[in-house]
T-cell receptor
Framework: KQEVTQIPAALSVPEGENLVLNCSFT??????LQWFRQDPGKGLTSLLL?????REQTSGRLNASLDKSSGRSTLYIAASQPGDSATYLC??????????????FGSGTRLSIRP | GAVVSQHPSRVICKSGTSVKIECRSL??????MFWYRQFPKQSLMLMAT?????????EQGVEKDKFLINHASLTLSTLTVTSAHPEDSSFYIC????????????FGSGTRLTVV
């Protein structure tokens, strides 16, 4: 059974700092890994998608890495801003326990950037 | 980009009534849609997978008679919460897999259901 864990559960840092969010998964047989952002009471916004054959993806101040063999991914946020405050979720997609592809989420990291 | 439109964004209903939530893929065909439920400060829990033209596949522990899913076309999937109870109050989100481009998943904006 695939399980996704995110550490830390919550993080508060001052504006301007670089930070790293961690995600680990137990079954390395994944199609891809995706990082999302969720603002309170809102839906999900996709930030970065890494295919299983890739090792990293970058978008602006965000960089996500994937080490499939060790079951780990990191989301690096450079020069953090108060507007980055949100919950960050990682999710993996694949086929486990059934014939249907599904996406499994981690529990998220609640990030707060202090002005 | 691929967009999933979800309605309503908020709904309040009385106990015992039914509520329908719609998800539409606006610029792509979604043969498969996923329905999630999220409790406060928790992650998303997959409830069911709906496939166009066939019965939905429910995750273990999800009552299929209570959460009716219909996926009658390639652009529309609906979730109906029947005989709603206060414990059904939650945030419901739909998702579709985008088969073009990077093959990621796109999500609706969510529906906040409150049963009183």
């Amino acid at each position: 059974k695939q399980e996704v864990t995110q550490i830390p559960a919550a993080l508060s840092v001052p504006e301007g700092e670089n930070l790293v969010l961690n995600c680990s998964f137990t079954d390395s047989a994944i199609y891809n890994l995706q990082w999302f952002r969720q603002d309170p009471g809102k839906g999900l916004t996709s930030l970065l998608l890494i295919q299983s054959s890739q090792r990293e993806q970058t978008s602006g101040r965000l960089n996500a890495s994937l080490d499939k063999s060790s079951g780990r991914s990191t989301l690096y946020i450079a020069a953090s801003q108060p507007g980055d405050s949100a919950t960050y979720l990682c999710a993996v997609s694949g086929v486990w326990d059934s014939s249907a592809s599904k996406i499994i989420f981690g529990s998220g990291t609640r990030l707060s950037i202090r002005p | 980009g691929a967009v999933v439109s979800q309605h309503p964004s908020r709904v309040i209903c009385k106990s015992g009534t039914s509520v329908k939530i719609e998800c539409r893929s606006l610029d792509f065909q979604a043969t498969t849609m996923f329905w999630y439920r999220q409790f406060p400060k928790q992650s998303l829990m997959l409830m069911a997978t709906s496939n166009e033209g066939s019965k939905a596949t429910y995750e273990q522990g999800v009552e299929k008679d209570k959460f009716l899913i219909n996926h009658a076309s390639l652009t529309l999937s609906t979730l109906t919460v029947t005989s709603a109870h206060p414990e059904d109050s939650s945030f419901y989100i739909c998702s579709a897999r985008v088969l073009s481009g990077n093959y990621g998943y796109t999500f609706g904006s969510g529906t906040r259901l409150t049963v009183v």
